[in-house]
């Protein structure tokens, strides 16, 4: 047993020790007397024959206990020369511990009201720094001899994730709402979380929500919805990319010889030959739907421009034309319909079928016939 007085003090080298305790293993024998040197950032907890008795703040402090120089030598014989009057001190770190993350290790499910159950996961930051020393040491340390920030942070994560489930459950309707809300949703879980951490001597500083994200198939899911969100004017998108693609052909046709230009002129002539129809139908010249009539004979549907009816080969159109004005006339006009001229019908029959049919006409309208 040594009868020198000590001079008791501790110094963090690596940033993220929250207590360190003097001696590290079992207890000592502090001398009456000895001088305990505390720094800003700390607090010292004094222990003495296993209970704490105060808290020591910023300064250099004289410890009393009933360890005296020689003569507690003397009096711990019965002891095996080891003094019973035994004392610890813990060193509890102060500052404020940053970059501590929490996050989520496994998906939790989450009732979305636009993308039903998905499962979603969460990641942040949060600071914090002991408030109350004896309880932090009595309820978290213990007798650890070093309490470093990986101790508790697993739990601390636990609590936060915790909290967080149930916030996203009472508050959110749809994930498509978070990213304007990630400050209040930190807040909000930083008001729940506060009392869990003050349970244990801990204040928490700052909390921060990183991302909230679901499953990977759910965000292509997302993005898929918003391109179609992002083309909103389907024909001028339609004529855009016909546009584009005219220009590609053309860039490509105009370069130099090779097969590659071959290529690059059969993709153009691919496109040329497919740009009417495209342009026709993103404008609307075609016409979305087909006008159809009925056949006079059959009644079935076909097409207006249709010169034989497919299903009962009945001829659809004839060629009546005013001979005054040479206007185009329905079949069963009997007078022009622009100059009023009375039309006077051909008396020419086919000598096959009969069918009367034009003075100009090479063929019969009906059966084919060549005339003349």
Same mark, same amino acid.
């Given at each position: 047993?040594?009868?020198?007085?000590?001079?008791?003090?501790?110094?963090?080298?690596?940033?993220?020790?929250?207590?360190?305790?003097?001696?590290?293993?079992?207890?000592?024998?502090?001398?009456?007397?000895?001088?305990?040197?505390?720094?800003?950032?700390?607090?010292?907890?004094?222990?003495?024959?296993?209970?704490?008795?105060?808290?020591?703040?910023?300064?250099?402090?004289?410890?009393?206990?009933?360890?005296?120089?020689?003569?507690?030598?003397?009096?711990?014989?019965?002891?095996?020369?080891?003094?019973?009057?035994?004392?610890?001190?813990?060193?509890?770190?102060?500052?404020?511990?940053?970059?501590?993350?929490?996050?989520?290790?496994?998906?939790?499910?989450?009732?979305?009201?636009?993308?039903?159950?998905?499962?979603?996961?969460?990641?942040?930051?949060?600071?914090?720094?002991?408030?109350?020393?004896?309880?932090?040491?009595?309820?978290?340390?213990?007798?650890?001899?070093?309490?470093?920030?990986?101790?508790?942070?697993?739990?601390?994560?636990?609590?936060?994730?915790?909290?967080?489930?149930?916030?996203?459950?009472?508050?959110?309707?749809?994930?498509?709402?978070?990213?304007?809300?990630?400050?209040?949703?930190?807040?909000?879980?930083?008001?729940?979380?506060?009392?869990?951490?003050?349970?244990?001597?801990?204040?928490?500083?700052?909390?921060?929500?990183?991302?909230?994200?679901?499953?990977?198939?759910?965000?292509?899911?997302?993005?898929?919805?918003?391109?179609?969100?992002?083309?909103?004017?389907?024909?001028?998108?339609?004529?855009?990319?016909?546009?584009?693609?005219?220009?590609?052909?053309?860039?490509?046709?105009?370069?130099?010889?090779?097969?590659?230009?071959?290529?690059?002129?059969?993709?153009?002539?691919?496109?040329?030959?497919?740009?009417?129809?495209?342009?026709?139908?993103?404008?609307?010249?075609?016409?979305? &739907?087909?006008?159809?009539?009925? =056949? !006079?004979? *059959? %009644? #079935?549907?076909?097409?207006?421009?249709?010169? $034989? +009816?497919? /299903? @009962?080969?009945?001829?659809?159109?004839?060629?009546?034309?005013?001979?005054?004005?040479?206007?185009?006339?329905?079949?069963?006009?009997?007078?022009?319909?622009?100059?009023?001229?009375?039309? &006077?019908?051909?008396?020419?029959? =086919? !000598?096959? *079928? %009969? #069918?009367?049919?034009?003075?100009?006409?090479? $063929? +019969?309208? /009906? @059966?084919?016939?060549?005339?003349?």
């Amino acid at each position: 047993m040594s009868i020198f007085l000590e001079v008791i003090e501790w110094f963090d080298d690596s940033g993220n020790v929250m207590v360190h305790r003097i001696p590290e293993e079992g207890s000592a024998d502090i001398k009456l007397g000895a001088q305990l040197i505390v720094r800003e950032s700390q607090a010292a907890v004094f222990f003495r024959s296993g209970k704490a008795l105060d808290v020591l703040g910023p300064g250099r402090h004289t410890l009393s206990t009933l360890n005296l120089p020689v003569i507690t030598k003397m009096l711990s014989l019965p002891f095996g020369f080891k003094s019973p009057f035994r004392a610890e001190v813990y060193f509890v770190n102060l500052k404020v511990f940053t970059d501590l993350r929490w996050g989520t290790k496994d998906p939790v499910a989450f009732k979305d009201s636009q993308l039903g159950l998905v499962r979603l996961r969460g990641f942040g930051n949060y600071t914090m720094h002991v408030v109350q020393p004896i309880l932090f040491v009595n309820t978290l340390v213990g007798t650890r001899g070093i309490f470093e920030t990986n101790a508790i942070s697993d739990y601390l994560r636990d609590v936060i994730v915790s909290r967080l489930n149930d916030l996203l459950g009472e508050t959110l309707d749809t994930i498509f709402d978070l990213p304007g809300q990630y400050d209040e949703f930190a807040i909000a879980l930083k008001n729940r979380v506060i009392d869990d951490f003050e349970h244990y001597g801990i204040g928490l500083v700052d909390l921060y929500i990183n991302s909230i994200t679901p499953p990977d198939e759910v965000q292509r899911m997302i993005d898929e919805r918003s391109g179609m969100e992002a083309v909103q004017d389907l024909d001028g998108f339609l004529k855009f990319k016909a546009a584009k693609a005219m220009g590609d052909a053309a860039v490509g046709g105009a370069g130099g010889g090779g097969a590659s230009d071959g290529l690059g002129l059969g993709v153009g002539a691919g496109l040329g030959m497919m740009l009417p129809g495209i342009l026709q139908k993103s404008m609307g010249t075609a016409g979305a &739907e087909e006008q159809n009539v009925a =056949c !006079p004979r *059959c %009644h #079935a549907s076909i097409g207006v421009g249709t010169r $034989f +009816c497919p /299903s @009962c080969g009945h001829q659809l159109v004839i060629i009546n034309r005013c001979h005054a004005c040479n206007k185009d006339l329905p079949p069963e006009a009997r007078f022009c319909m622009v100059c009023g001229t009375k039309v &006077e019908k051909p008396d020419m029959k =086919c !000598p096959n *079928c %009969h #069918a009367e049919v034009l003075p100009e006409a090479n $063929f +019969c309208n /009906s @059966c084919g016939e060549k005339m003349g």
